[in-house]
C-alpha cells in the first residue's frame, strides 16, 4: 500500500488524472491525501470533486479556503461566485456532493505515520493536541445547524493573533484562517492574511513554518495553499502547492516512507483559465 499526499488541485481534473497515472495508483490498496482546495478556479471543479468523492475512504481530504467558500456560496451567504463553482451549483449531485464536502475534516493526522495533513499550516504556539481539538471545534460549527451562521462570519483577517482566550465567532475565525489562509507573520507577531508572494518579496515577515514549533519534533507536516512557494520541504514542513492552475505543476509525495518520492505532472494550460482576485 503507498499513501500520496497531493497538492491544490482546483478544478485541474485532467491534471489529477495524469498524476494519478503517473503515480500508478491504484484504487483498491493505495490512499491519496488531498492538503485541500479541490475547487476553484481550474475548468473542471464538478469533475474533480466527483472523482475524488467516489474513492471513498481511499481518499482523505481537509479542507481548504476555496472549498469552504463553495460552502458559503451554496448556504447563500456570499455573492462573489465563479464559472467553476457555479457548475457545482448546479449540478444535479450538488446536494450529496456539498454534504460530503461539509463533513470533511480541517486536518488529518497519522500516528502510524507520523504526519499531518492541513490545508495552509498550523500555528507555532499549538502542540499535536491543541491543534487536533482546534480543528474539532470548527468541523462541530460546521456540521450543526449553525453551519450557515458560522460560514456567512467567517470572512475577515481579524483576530490577526492567536489567544486561547479568544471565544465565539472570533475564535472560530481565526483557527479557520490559520488552517486555511496562514502564510505569513509579521515583526510583532500579528498575521498577515493577505501577503501572497514568496519569502523574499516580503523581507518583513516570516513565514509561519519557520518559527519555533510546539508540534512533535519527528512530525511532518504536509501544506498546500501557498503556490508562490517553491515545492520541497522546509525541514520536516512539506510544501506540496505547485500552482497547476496558474500554469505550474500538480504535485504528489509519497508519505508512507522515509524516501522523498515527489511526482510532478505540468499543468494543461501556461495561464490560469479564470482570472480572478485570489480569495485568500
Not at 507573520?185 to 515577515?205: C, V, Y
Request: with cysteine; net charge positive; charged share 25%.
Amino acid at each position: 500500500m503507498a499513501i500520496y499526499a497531493i497538492g491544490d488541485v482546483q478544478g485541474c481534473y485532467e491534471e489529477l488524472c495524469r498524476l494519478l497515472d503517473k503515480i500508478q495508483f491504484d484504487p483498491a490498496d493505495d490512499k491519496l491525501w488531498f492538503c485541500g482546495d479541490l475547487v476553484s478556479r481550474g475548468p473542471d471543479s464538478l469533475k474533480t470533486l466527483q472523482l475524488v468523492k467516489s474513492f471513498g475512504k481511499r481518499a482523505i481530504t481537509v479542507l481548504g479556503n476555496h472549498d469552504l467558500h463553495l460552502l458559503a456560496l451554496a448556504h447563500g451567504v456570499h455573492k462573489r461566485n465563479l464559472d467553476s463553482l457555479s457548475q457545482i451549483l448546479d449540478s444535479p449531485d450538488c446536494d450529496k456532493l456539498l454534504r460530503w464536502l461539509r463533513k470533511r475534516p480541517m486536518l488529518h493526522y497519522s500516528k502510524k505515520h507520523r504526519a499531518l495533513l492541513v490545508h495552509a499550516g498550523i500555528h507555532p504556539a499549538w502542540s499535536l493536541r491543541q491543534a487536533r481539538s482546534l480543528a474539532a471545534e470548527v468541523e462541530q460549527a460546521l456540521r450543526g445547524d449553525g453551519a450557515a451562521k458560522f460560514l456567512g462570519k467567517m470572512y475577515g483577517d481579524g483576530p490577526n493573533r492567536w489567544s486561547d482566550d479568544l471565544g465565539g465567532m472570533k475564535r472560530l475565525r481565526c483557527i479557520t484562517n490559520i488552517m486555511t489562509r496562514m502564510r505569513f507573520f509579521d515583526r510583532r507577531g500579528r498575521l498577515d492574511f493577505n501577503a501572497s508572494g514568496t519569502p523574499r518579496q516580503h523581507r518583513g515577515m516570516v513565514p509561519w513554518f519557520q518559527l519555533k514549533s510546539a508540534l512533535p519534533a519527528d512530525l511532518r507536516v504536509c501544506f498546500g495553499h501557498w503556490s508562490t512557494l517553491q515545492v520541497g520541504h522546509y525541514d520536516r514542513f512539506y510544501a506540496l502547492d505547485g500552482g497547476c492552475v496558474w500554469g505550474g505543476h500538480l504535485v504528489a509525495l509519497r508519505v508512507d516512507n522515509d524516501a522523498e518520492d515527489w511526482f510532478f505532472v505540468d499543468s494543461h494550460t501556461r495561464k490560469p483559465i479564470i482570472t480572478a482576485k485570489k480569495f485568500g
